[in-house]
């Protein structure tokens, strides 16, 4: 049986539970499940804190799990991103009082306080810094406020939070992160494993595309299927009248708009479009 560890908590659960209802797995009752069992698939659920999931992964009590790039990175487990899930992004980032520094460089000789103590001193020691790093758990941008450090590294989404604090980002991103599949370091191939990443592969695929049906006239059909190309190649159909085609092709779904205006423009009529729920591609 496949044992997954998945977030109990935080911007990394639900979106976790989403995927894994939207790949054909047994959804738990209520968020206060901590294990849930699906026979069918043969998986069994564990529903953890983020910052432990690595841990269990790397040490090899559970198969995969879901977490963030930044809390595997931090953790220093044996464990290896597999795939990203195109969730829950953020970015890893320094913040100083405002006007107080303007480059990473200055922060040398301080204090900074993290809750990502590991990603932080990596970085520290690859850019030659010398400071200091105060570890907090939970929220840190109010521990300059407090006199515990003179900057801070923390996971920002929009950065609203600290510019309340009255601190601004300082440099690059140290760290991109977003919710990942992570395994074992070294671990073997296995189907069930496959299994399940092809099943969260197609949930991505289905939500980035969707499908796009119409009427073509004969002379604008080869146009039409470079603007909708498909995954191999677009279906097309003969119709009764024989100087149109019906055509049918996945397109992706941020495009979808733009195509279907181009296509009404060649010519194409009866333009419909439809989501997909799953896919193998």
Not at 25 to 48: H, I, K, T
């Amino acid at each position: 049986m496949l044992r997954v560890a998945v977030p109990n908590k935080g911007q990394l659960s639900e979106p976790a539970r989403e995927m894994l209802a939207e790949a054909g797995y047994a959804r738990a009752a209520s968020s206060r499940e901590l294990v849930v069992l699906d026979p069918e698939n043969d998986v069994e659920f564990f529903f953890l804190r983020p910052r432990d999931i690595a841990i269990y992964v790397g040490e090899g009590t559970l198969d995969v799990g879901i977490t963030g790039r930044d809390m595997l990175l931090d953790s220093h487990a044996n464990a290896d991103e597999v795939m990203p899930l195109g969730f829950a992004p953020s970015t890893f980032r320094l913040a100083a009082p405002r006007g107080q520094v303007t480059s990473p460089a200055e922060l040398a000789g301080s204090t900074i306080a993290t809750s990502y103590a590991g990603v932080l001193e990596e970085y520290l020691e690859r850019e030659g810094i010398d400071a200091r790093v105060v570890k907090l758990d939970g929220a840190v941008e109010n521990a300059v406020a407090l006199g515990v450090a003179d900057a801070v590294a923390d996971v920002v989404a929009t950065g609203a939070t600290l510019r309340k604090a009255g601190l601004e980002l300082v440099g690059e991103p140290i760290l991109v992160s977003e919710a990942l599949v992570i395994r074992r370091t070294g671990a073997p191939e296995v189907p069930a494993v496959e299994t399940f990443l092809r099943r969260l592969h197609s949930v991505m695929v289905a939500r980035a595309y969707v499908l796009v049906d119409y009427d073509i006239r004969g002379e604008h059909l080869e146009r039409a299927c470079e603007l909708t190309p498909g995954i191999e190649s677009p279906t097309v159909s003969a119709l009764h009248d024989p100087e149109w085609s019906a055509v049918r092709a996945m397109v992706p779904a941020a495009d979808v708009h733009r195509i279907m205006d181009e296509l009404y423009v060649l010519g194409a009529r009866g333009i419909l479009v439809t989501d997909i729920h799953a896919c193998r591609l």
